[in-house]
C-alpha cells in the first residue's frame, strides 16, 4: 500500500499539463444531476456556477457518492456541493460539510515545523537524531528536511498495517489505537531505500516523526500546536486534528471504500491514530482555501519561511517541504506554479490547490477511494476534468 511519490503526483501533475491546452473556464457538463444534488449555489460575478457545478456533479454521476468543492478568486468564492451524505439516507450533500482530508494534513504539519525553523528553534537541516535521539538505527544521517520532502528513504509503516491494501485488512485495524512511536518503531526495522533510486518512497513514517519532532520542541501535543498556530491563526473553524474519536462532529459526509466486488463499504468511522501528523485532519474545502491563502499572505509564515517551504529539489521536484508544485492553467510568471497538495485516505479523497499569492484556490473532496492511489477510472477522469474546469474559471479574474 505505500504511496509511490511520482504515482501519488502523477495524475495532478497530468491534469494540470493536459489543462494547459483547455480553454480557460471550459467545464464538462453531466449527462444528468444524480439523486440528492444541492442546488447550485450562486456566484459573485466573473465565476460561470452553472457550469462550475455540472463539472462538480460529473464526479458524482461517475460514482463518487458525493463531492464538494469551493472556487476563490480574492474575496469572491462559489461553493457547491453534488450527491449524498449518505447513501442510505440520501440527504443531500452541502458546501460546508466536513471530511477526512488525509494527506493535506501534511502540509498543516509542516507549516509548524517551518514555523518553528523562523523562530530558531529548530533547523530543516538538523538530523533527526538531534531532537529524536535514538529513535532511528540508521547510520545515515537523516535530516527533518528529507521528512518533510518524502526523500529520506525511510519505509512507509502503512506497508506493515496493510500490505494488500484489502478491506479485511482495513476491517482489522478499523478501531485499533496506533501510538507513533509503535507504528515508527515497526517501520524502521526495514532497511532505508537506496538514496539513488528515482522512485523513493512516499512515506507516512516520514510525518509520524515530525509530529513527534514537534511535541518534542515545543513540549505540548501536536494536535495543541495545530490549533494555536494553524487552525486559529487561519480563521479555520470547522477544522480539527482527531487523534482518538473514531466519530466525525457537525454536518459531513461519509466516505466509502469500493472494494473489487461487492457494494460499497461504509468506512467513516476508524480510529484517526493509524493517520496521525500523516493524514488525520477533517475539514472543509472553506477552510482549505482559507489555510493556503493564510500560508500565501504572510498569516502563517515569514516571506523567507515560505520559499524556504517551496523551494524544490533538483532531483526530487515532486514535492516540496510539505507542498506539491502544479502547473498553472492560466498566464503565469516564468517558473510560476500552483501551490497545495492532495489526499487520499479510507473513503475519502481531496485535492487542493492555489495561486502563489493565494487570490485564486480551488479546493474539493470526495466520498470514494480504493486501495492504491488511482481510484475507479471514471471518478479519477471526473475529478481531473473538474480541476481543470474551476482553475480556469480563475483565470483572468481578480
Known sequence: ????????????????????????????????????????????????????QA????????????????????????SGASGVRDVRTKQSARPGDRYRVASVTKSMVATVV??????????????????????????????????????????DYLDDLYPTGSLEEHRKNRFRYFAPQTV????????????????????????????????????????????????????MRDTSYPTVNPFLSGPHVHGYIKPESGPLFDATDYTPSVWGAAAAVVSTSADLNRFFRALSDGTLLSPAGLAEMRKQDGKYPYYTQGLMPGGDLCP???????????????????????????????SFGWTVSVPGVSGPPAVEKAWQEFLLAALGATCGRG
Open 332 to 362: 503565469a510568471k516564468p517558473g510560476e506554479l500552483l501551490w497545495g497538495n492532495r489526499g487520499n485516505g479510507f473513503g475519502y479523497r481531496s485535492m487542493t490547490f492555489s495561486s502563489p499569492d493565494g487570490r485564486r484556490q480551488v
Open 184 to 235: 515508527i518503531r515497526n517501520a524502521v526495522k526495514k532497511p532505508l531505500a537506496d538514496p539513488a533510486s528515482p522512485d523513493l518512497p512516499y512515506s507516512n513514517t516520514n510525518y509520524a516523526l515530525l509530529g513527534l519532532v514537534v511535541e518534542k520542541v515545543t513540549g505540548k501535543s501536536l494536535g495543541t500546536e495545530l490549533t494555536r498556530r494553524v487552525f486559529r491563526p487561519a480563521g
Open 1 to 52: 500500500m505505500t504511496l509511490r511519490l511520482r504515482s501519488v503526483v502523477a495524475a495532478a501533475a497530468a491534469a494540470l499539463a493536459i489543462g494547459l491546452a483547455v480553454p480557460p473556464g471550459a467545464a464538462v457538463a453531466a449527462d444528468s444531476a444524480p439523486a440528492g444534488t444541492a442546488p447550485a449555489a450562486a456566484a459573485p460575478a466573473g465565476l460561470d456556477a452553472e457550469a462550475l
Open 114 to 155: 517551518m514555523q518553528l525553523a523562523d523562530e530558531g528553534r529548530l533547523k530543516l537541516d538538523d538530523p533527526v537524531s538531534k531532537h529524536l535521539p535514538g529513535v532511528l538505527p540508521y547510520k545515515e544521517p537523516i535530516t527533518l528536511r528529507q521528512l518533510l520532502n518524502h526523500t529520506s528513504g525511510i519505509p
Open 55 to 78: 463539472a462538480l456533479d460529473k464526479l458524482t454521476a461517475a460514482g463518487a457518492p458525493a463531492a464538494l468543492a469551493e472556487v476563490r478568486v480574492g474575496d469572491r468564492s462559489w
